[in-house]
Structures are given as structure tokens and as C-alpha cells.
């Protein structure tokens, strides 16, 4: 499934209509009918209830007056409270206010303190509240009347559904700026907006429910808009099924280079991960000192000692050459979970990089290893993965984590455009995008999943999947299996979970999908 910003869903809207004779009118009368019906799924019926619908100069409001006309033909008593002037409203709104009007629906303006009583006493007996005051064109500051308007809504703690998304959240960034109303159920037209996936919009939302309205598939589809959700759908596409000849070979040989003193545990984890993920073979390779530390835990990898200058960590000629060595017999490289940043080790890690001509995945360390120099990731001699959580990607780029999540899908896009890397930036709405401008967003996963080792598990989940699918669709796959691998868990345990739990039900994850695939056939 696509996912719109503002810009594009307008452009859709207008391509209806000149190609389609789809006029606006048509798709707001569809979109009132759609979320009258959400409206009576919010409530089980809407017969007999007492609804307050909330209607801005716009769009939104058009289709909010469209709603209120449906749902009091079905039964429910209506109370509308308009926010600007009549003559204010837009062309399509005010033609759908005039049909309100003519069935005799009590529409109120907010101007003196009487009106904000009627409200207030209004809000205090209504049994659900219906939001079409600002639609996905806002952004910016909230004018005063609005604010205590969504203010009120939010105090009244009634069952809210919004239209399109909630009033307050900018739709491009899921910003809001000072406040945004809480809702239940959001139906959004079309498609989803990047603000209903990214906080604070993604807790505003509450269950997104997402209709067409009737605008036809070839235009929600188009291949211009370049943000999509990574869903079962697009998952069960993903990762081929295995024949009965497979052998381990085939599924992949994965190196992976981790670990240092006092960080053994992120290199256990993300080479387990890579087995979990369904690699063939993954060879672990670690400072000599602590490879007897890690030999003794993991039966299943092959760890290799790597030769040290100095204690505990990664460094020097030796190391360099003895892992070159190492990578040519592999299909794929991990480097980075628990390394360190000792200099020696951060220049071991931009030297290797530079050398290895095999598909690479770069976490944590590693990526920290080009902080303040990330141009020098475009002459890498391959297309590389990095896996960086919010503060390891503003570390990269030399912003602040509040500077990045402002414009963080054009930061993110252009960032793997301009350094010829594939971006895997975890948050609790993950975002891969690729060099060619392609974002794909992921909502798997949950708040236990925000514990110490999660990133480890999600890098090695990636390398072992690299040889299984192609190694351009190995991230997109990864975050996949490892968010419903975290959502398994989080069935089970709750919010305590351990890295070890998401790990351990990689396998459950990988099963449920290939069922999926199965049932599909």
C-alpha cells in the first residue's frame, strides 16, 4: 500500500477529476457515506445516539457536513458546531452545509462565551465526537480558536473519530506543534499520510481505517509516489520458498564482525540472528582475546580469533587482512554490534569498508566510525545497509535528534540518495529507504521492543537474509520478520522483554510467513 504526503494526495485528488470526472463533490458525498459507516463501527450503532460533529472552512469540514447528513438518517441526533464563517467555507463545503441546512440540523458558530457553554454542555452529553475541523493542509501553529476547541474535545474524554487525520498533526511529519486531538479511529481518504506512522501523530491516530472513496486504484498506485507501507502483503513478496534440494550453502555463509571486551553480548546476538533469519553458515569473528568467551556460548557459529595489537579490541594490519581473508569466503559482512570506539577500531572499520567488495551491513560502531565524515559512505565500492537508531543517525548527518525527527522522511530520503547507502532507521515507525528515493515505512513492533540488544538482533536478522532474498530486499525483509518477531513476544511477555526473546521467536515469525505464503498459493 501507497503512503501520500499532503501534495500528493492533493494531486490525486485533481487527477480524479480531470481524467477520471471524478469532481470533488462526488468523492466528498463518498467519503461522508464512508465515515458515517466508521462512525457506527466506533459505536456499534449510531441509532438513538447523540453525536457532535466539528467542522473547519475546508475540505474536511465538507466532509464532515456530508457525515452528519448520513448519520442522521440513520437514527442519530446531531449537533454541529462550525468553526469559521459561513461564507468562509470552501465552494464544496458550503454546498454541503446548505443541504444540512435544508433538513434542519442545528449548526452553531463559536464566537461568544454562550456558544463555547453550548459546546462544553454539548460535549459533556454526546456520545462521540466526530473531528473534520483541519484536514492534511495544515501545518504550523494552531489558530486560538482551534486550540480551545481541540482542547475541549480532548477534556471531554469522548469517543473521537477523525477524518482524514486528527486536527493538530501535521500530515507530512506527524508534528504537532502545540496540541492535536486524541482519536479513537481515524478514517483516512485515499491513502495513509506519513503523519498517521510517525509520533506524536502515530499516538493521536488510534485504529487507522483507510478508504478509497472511489478514487480509482491506477492513481493511488502510481508509481510517481515513492513511500510505501511494508505490510503481510508486500512481506509474503519478499523471501522465495525454499526447495527440498536446498543446502546450507545456498542459503548463505554470513560473516559477521562484532565484539570487543566487555561487548561479547552484541556479537552473540546478532550472529544467532542471522542463523534465527535462516543463513546456512555464520562465522563470527572477534578480537582473539574474547574469542574463547563467545566459542563457549555459540555451538551453532563458527568463531574465528582475530589477531590484536591491542587488548580486547579490533585493530591493527594483522586484523585488517586477516578479515579481508575471511569476507572473500562469505556472501555477506555484518560489522559493527559491540566493536567499540577505540581510534585503532574506528579506523579498521573505514579501512575494511573501503576494501570489501561483498554485500555489507554497518551497525552501530560502524556506522559511528563516519560520524562527521558521511560523504566518504558514497565511495564505498558497494551499495552498504546501515541500521542506525534516531541518535546514530543524527550522529551521522551532525544534527540533533529533535532537528532529524522535524523532516525526518526527507532527511532520511535524501540522506540515502546522497550517500549511495540503503538507510534502515529505526524508531517506533522504522523507515528503509533506498538510494533511487524509494521509503518504505513499517509500523511492526511495540514499546517492549525498546531494550538493550534490539538493534543487534535486527542487523544480523538482515545478514542472514542477504543470500535468501535479493540483497537489495534483505532490509526491507529483516525489518519484517524482526518486528513480528517482537510482536510475538511482546504477546507472551509484555513489555520486559529482552533482545533474546525477539530473537528467539525469529523462527516463529519466519513460519507465520511462510504460511502466508502458502495459504496465497
Not at 456520545?127 to 495544515?138: H, K, M, N, S, Y
Not at 585503532?344 to 552501530?364: C, G, H, S, W, Y
Not at 522504522?430 to 511492526?444: E, K, N, Q, W
Request: overall charge negative; some cysteine.
Amino acid at each position: 500500500m501507497k503512503i501520500a504526503t499532503s501534495e500528493e494526495m492533493r494531486n490525486i485528488d485533481r487527477l480524479a477529476a480531470e481524467e477520471y470526472g471524478l469532481p470533488e463533490l462526488l468523492l466528498m458525498e463518498s467519503a461522508g457515506h464512508r465515515v458515517a459507516q466508521a462512525m457506527e463501527h466506533l459505536l456499534g450503532t449510531v441509532a438513538g445516539k447523540t453525536i457532535c460533529v466539528l467542522a473547519g472552512s475546508g475540505n474536511n469540514g465538507g466532509d464532515a457536513f456530508a457525515a452528519a447528513r448520513y448519520l442522521s438518517n440513520m437514527g442519530a441526533k446531531i449537533k454541529i458546531f462550525l468553526t469559521c464563517e459561513p461564507e468562509h467555507l470552501k465552494t464544496t463545503a458550503s454546498r454541503m452545509k446548505k443541504t444540512t441546512d435544508k433538513m434542519g440540523l442545528e449548526v452553531h458558530r463559536l464566537e461568544e462565551d454562550r456558544d463555547w457553554n453550548r459546546l462544553h454542555l454539548a460535549l459533556k452529553f454526546t456520545d462521540a465526537v466526530l473531528d473534520g475541523i483541519l484536514g492534511t493542509g495544515f501545518n504550523g501553529e494552531l489558530k486560538k480558536k482551534v486550540l480551545r476547541l481541540i482542547e475541549e474535545v480532548n477534556e471531554a474524554g469522548k469517543k473521537v473519530l477523525a477524518i482524514d487525520i486528527p486536527s493538530g498533526v501535521e500530515a507530512d511529519t506527524g508534528r504537532v506543534s502545540t496540541v492535536a486531538v486524541m482519536a479513537d479511529m481515524t478514517l483516512t481518504l485515499g491513502l495513509p499520510k506519513v503523519g498517521h506512522l510517525l509520533s506524536p501523530g502515530a499516538d493521536m491516530t488510534g485504529q487507522l481505517i483507510v478508504d478509497d472513496i472511489g478514487i480509482p486504484q491506477s492513481l493511488l498506485q502510481s508509481d510517481k509516489i515513492q513511500q510505501s507501507l511494508l505490510n503481510d502483503k508486500l512481506a509474503k513478496t519478499l523471501l522465495p520458498l525454499r526447495g527440498k534440494a536446498v543446502h546450507k550453502g545456498d542459503c548463505g555463509r554470513i560473516l559477521v564482525i562484532a565484539g570487543s571486551l566487555g561487548m561479547t553480548g552484541a556479537a552473540a546476538l546478532a550472529a544467532m540472528s542471522a542463523l534465527r533469519a535462516g543463513a546456512g553458515v555464520v562465522t563470527l569473528a572477534v578480537p582473539a582475546s574474547v574469542q574463547p568467551i563467545l566459542a563457549g556460548q555459540l555451538q551453532e557459529v563458527m568463531v574465528q580469533p582475530v589477531e590484536e595489537t591491542v587488548a580486547g579490541i579490533l585493530s591493527g594490519e594483522q586484523a585488517l587482512n586477516r578479515l579481508l581473508e575471511l569476507s572473500q569466503s562469505h556472501d555477506a559482512v555484518l560489522i559493527g554490534p559491540g566493536l567499540g570506539r577505540a581510534m585503532e577500531t574506528q579506523e579498521l572499520i573505514r579501512m575494511f569498508t573501503a576494501k570489501v567488495n561483498k554485500p555489507l551491513i554497518m551497525d552501530a560502531d560502524a556506522i559511528f566510525a563516519f560520524n562527521h565524515q558521511p560523504d566518504d559512505l558514497s565511495k564505498l565500492p558497494q551499495v552498504p545497509v546501515l541500521t542506525p537508531h534516531l541518535g546514530e543517525m543524527a550522529g551521522l548527518l551532525g544534527v540533533s535528534v529533535p532537528e532529524l525527527r522535524e523532516s525526518l522522511l526527507p532527511i532520511v530520503r535524501e540522506a540515502a540518495a546522497e550517500y549511495q547507502c540503503i538507510l534502515v532507521v529505526k524508531s517506533e515507525c522504522t523507515l528503509i529507504a533506498y538510494p533511487d528515493g524509494m521509503v518504505f515505512l513499517s509500523t511492526l513492533g511495540n514499546p517492549g521492543m525498546a531494550t538493550a540488544g534490539s538493534g543487534d538482533v535486527l542487523a544480523g536478522t538482515i545478514a542472514g537474509l542477504m543470500k535468501q532474498t535479493e540483497s537489495g530486499l534483505a532490509p526491507l525483509m529483516g525489518v519484517y520478520l524482526h518486528g513480528r518477531a517482537g510482536d510475538i513476544a511482546y504477546g507472551e511477555k509484555g513489555e520486559g522483554l529482552l533482545a533474546g526473546d525477539i530473537r528467539e521467536n525469529l523462527s516463529a515469525a519466519l513460519k507465520e510467513l511462510r504460511q502466508k505464503q502458502m495459504t496465497a498459493l
